[in-house]
């Protein structure tokens, strides 16, 4: 057992200051855009520090579980301007489109980086070979020469000698906690050493913020639990103006069951295209067909089976192959060789030619984020955004393919522009406030003696229960998020109360939870102020109250701090390119 | 009994040595508890009664964190088999924590490669990170688990040198270090810190198909077995 020794509040700052550096450029998130914005920024001549709350190229990064998808217009018929229009009908018109234009015109060259850092791709006669995915009208996905449906694995290998080959500073194990400023300038970032539980002050002329997305928070959830939105709640803090909290995507295709695979994608996905699989309720229909005609989307039709009592008893629905002859399926088991998948279904005890897999909608992508411009540039001045952290790119919803290459080229753009920020911003660096005040509250859930009569850890999962009843795919009513925003805010405003059992400062699970909690009541908060905003269904925010979209809402919901307040505006979305319903 | 398939499945030679009691539903846990920080030498702590049927190791310390030891360091990032940051030894064999059924009967210690941070957590070393002088983790290296805890049994990677091309993706995709590159050819150079198949990313990714899992222990062994 560790030793409880008592925190010592009356401190010397020296002594819970382990690290101050200076970077040009100062990365938050090494994921696919933390890295890619930090590669960026140093090949513009910046020096560059990237820190990420995981170990590096270890992290949480969704980026690292990514498929296949990678849509870059490179040949003609298909143009940027095309992919463009793809993504704002999928979007349905809530995207910013001179970013959208910006980052489609991007995308080629990312491509070409990608390739140049080491990316196998299949060519043929010097082409890249391109595949159409659904909701694209054009073969947009370059092919990669590598075998499977996973390409986090190939796009991870690539970062690390970029890394060095820069000369990049990359941090891992660093859990920031706030955006610092001076004179309404982003001047760095207070973060924790999780290794050592002390605090490092980071001074930079420009910061990009690349945290992800919030996904995470809800209790089931397809991507890692570590994403839990603190980029957003840092950004709100700061006063970044967030756009589009009401907007995810939920991945039908998600194990419920067993708890060990729970959230796993990889499996069901590849059976179910692979195998074409059929998706029953518990009543044996095959509901997806049936329902089509309603116009709802296949998350929100599965959900809807799940709580009217059709469900598996998990909580699910069902995936079944038995449609198929056995010696299909064994063929098949046989080409797949021996995967980490294959060896799941083992595990599981599921031989999928008699039985089916337990699958619901899981949350996988969130759309909402701080509000940027085609420079990437938030509204407070040299904070950047890339990333699942910004908003506006992908409006609504996204088609498959999309997200991953939005983000790199976003990311790209974000280093560039805030290496030409910190160049212009001179030699010297803006001196960040004391972070004494900071530290002291970061440090207080250690020691929160008599006032300390809430759990952190028990919060977390009240609040995550509001979060899955509420806040999912179905549940959004005017009744039923005025509720939920009552209870975020009840367990936020008891923020001062939190406090942890255990004191050891060396990577303290309860004590880094509960800095998480704080960033994800405010996100919390933001989802449900957003979705209780709009008053329409669109995407997958589904409003059982509202359930048609409605041209009145051609808005984005932007949420800023307004001193202790969350000001919540309807801004008009613009359409400079292509007006909603053009072919 | 359902977990009694799973493990079985996996390790079926851990089965075969005993390990596994008939689970009743609820396991026997024993943790390694340490904080170099603290002073005072390693030990165990044992947990009764924790639900592990169908669950993972990392579930199971979940578990432990939530309900009975909040204290208790380990980690976890992805959950999901991607990552590779939740490697530990759970019964002398080097496991992904979230991939690996939980057992009835556990003795759960931290991957004796990597020096202990606290409890099951340990640094990786992974930061690139010039002039910083904690960039090469402070721990305690001497306090890991030692390398003789590694079990002989279960299996591990290894690779077939004739089907091999030394396109090292097997190097940048093992978190434990199992691969190296050396005079133009990649090697196993420390087989007894593999994973095995909880964590199989070297399997997934070998494109050449070149690696296989095979017994471990015995580290003459010639490629393919069987």
């Not at chain 1, 955004?385 to 080229?409: C, D, K, Q, R, S």
């Not at chain 2, 198909?209 to 580290?219: F, L």
């Amino acid at each position: 057992m560790d030793e409880e020794k008592p925190v010592n509040l009356s401190f010397d700052q020296s002594d819970q200051i382990s690290t101050r550096l200076e970077c040009d450029v100062l990365v938050v998130g090494a994921g696919m855009a933390g890295l890619t914005a930090a590669v960026e920024a140093a090949e513009h001549g910046a020096s560059v520090t990237v820190i990420s709350k995981g170990p590096v190229t270890r992290d949480g990064a969704a980026s690292w579980m990514a498929g296949s998808g990678f849509s870059a217009a490179l040949y003609p018929p298909d143009s940027p301007e095309a992919h463009a229009r793809d993504t704002l009908r999928v979007g349905q018109y809530l995207n910013n489109q001179d970013l959208l234009l910006t980052l489609t015109n991007e995308l080629p060259r990312c491509v070409g980086l990608l390739d140049r850092w080491g990316m196998r791709y299949m060519k043929s006669n010097g082409r890249y070979v391109q595949v159409r995915f659904p909701g694209s009208r054009h073969s947009r996905v370059p092919r990669s020469a590598r075998t499977g449906i996973m390409l986090g694995p190939e796009y991870r290998r690539l970062f690390p000698k970029q890394l060095r080959r820069l000369g990049i500073r990359a941090l891992g194990n660093m859990q920031a906690l706030q955006i610092l400023k001076r004179d309404g300038a982003a001047a760095g970032v207070l973060a924790l050493d999780i290794l050592d539980g002390l605090f490092v002050v980071i001074k930079a002329k420009a910061v990009v913020l690349a945290t992800g997305g919030f996904m995470g928070m809800y209790p089931f959830t397809a991507t890692s639990p570590t994403l839990v939105g603190e980029g957003q709640g840092m950004a709100y803090e700061a006063g970044v103006q967030i756009q589009d909290m009401e907007f995810a995507d939920f991945y039908s295709n998600s194990l419920v069951w067993p708890p060990i695979y729970a959230g796993n994608i990889d499996l069901p996905t590849m059976l179910r295209i692979d195998l074409n699989g059929k998706v029953f309720n518990s009543r044996g229909e095959e509901f997806l067909v049936a329902r089509k005609g309603l116009g709802l989307a296949q998350p929100v039709l599965c959900q809807q089976e799940i709580q009217a009592s059709r469900s598996s008893p998990h909580g699910g629905v069902y995936l079944s192959f038995k449609h198929l002859p056995d010696n299909l399926l064994d063929a098949y088991l046989n080409s797949v060789g021996d995967t980490r998948l294959m060896h799941a279904l083992e595990v599981m005890g599921v031989d999928i030619r008699r039985q089916a897999l337990e699958i619901a909608p899981a949350p996988l992508e969130s759309m909402g984020g701080c509000r940027i411009d085609s420079k990437a540039q938030t509204s407070v001045p040299g904070l950047f955004a890339a990333g699942e952290v910004a908003g506006g790119a992908e409006g609504a919803f996204t088609i498959a393919g999309n997200p991953i290459a939005l983000y790199m080229a976003m990311a790209a753009i974000a280093g560039r522009e805030a290496s030409r920020h910190a160049g212009e911003a001179g030699a010297s660096f803006a001196e960040p406030p004391d972070v004494g005040p900071l530290v002291r509250e970061a440090l207080r859930p250690l020691d929160n003696g008599s006032e300390g009569d809430i759990l952190a850890l028990e919060a977390r999962q009240q609040l995550q229960v509001v979060l899955r009843e509420h806040l999912h795919l179905l549940g959004r009513t005017q009744d039923g998020l005025e509720k939920a925003l009552d209870k975020i805010r009840a367990i936020g405003s008891d923020a001062s109360r939190w406090r942890v059992r255990t004191t050891a400062r060396r990577h303290n699970n309860e004590w880094l939870g509960c800095l998480e909690l704080r960033h994800m009541v405010t996100a919390a908060e933001m989802v449900a102020r957003a979705a209780l905003a709009r008053q329409e269904s669109r995407g997958l925010h589904f409003r059982e109250d509202y359930p048609e979209p409605s041209a009145d809402w051609l808005c984005n919901i932007v949420i800023q701090r307004d001193g202790d307040e969350m000001r919540v505006t309807r801004v008009p979305v613009a359409f400079p390119f292509m007006r909603p319903g053009e072919k | 009994m359902e977990e009694r398939r799973s493990a079985e499945a996996m390790e079926a030679s851990v089965l075969e040595s005993g390990i596994v009691s008939s689970g009743e539903g609820l396991a026997h846990v024993k943790v390694r508890r340490y904080d170099p920080t603290a002073g005072g030498q390693p030990s165990y702590d044992e947990f009764d009664g924790i639900p592990f049927a169908d669950r993972s190791v990392l579930d199971v310390l979940h578990s432990i964190y939530q309900e009975r030891d909040p204290s208790l360091a380990y980690r976890h990032v992805c959950t999901k088999g991607f990552c590779g940051s939740c490697m530990l030894v759970v019964n002398g064999l080097p496991v992904l924590a979230c991939q690996y059924p939980a057992l009835a009967d556990m003795t759960i210690e931290p991957h004796p490669k990597f020096p202990v941070i606290r409890d099951l957590v340990v640094g990786l070393g992974l930061d690139v990170a010039e002039g910083r002088k904690d960039a090469v983790i402070v721990g305690d290296a001497a306090a890991g688990s030692s390398a003789e805890a590694v079990s002989a049994v279960g299996s591990r990677a290894d690779i077939d040198p004739k089907a091999c091309v030394h396109c090292q993706d097997c190097v940048a995709v093992c978190p434990v270090g199992v691969y190296s590159f050396v005079s133009k050819r990649v090697k196993v150079i420390d087989p007894d810190s593999c994973l095995g198949p909880s964590c199989n990313m070297c399997v997934d990714t070998c494109w050449k198909m070149a690696i296989k899992m095979v017994p471990r222990g015995n580290h003459d062994l010639q490629y393919p077995i069987g």
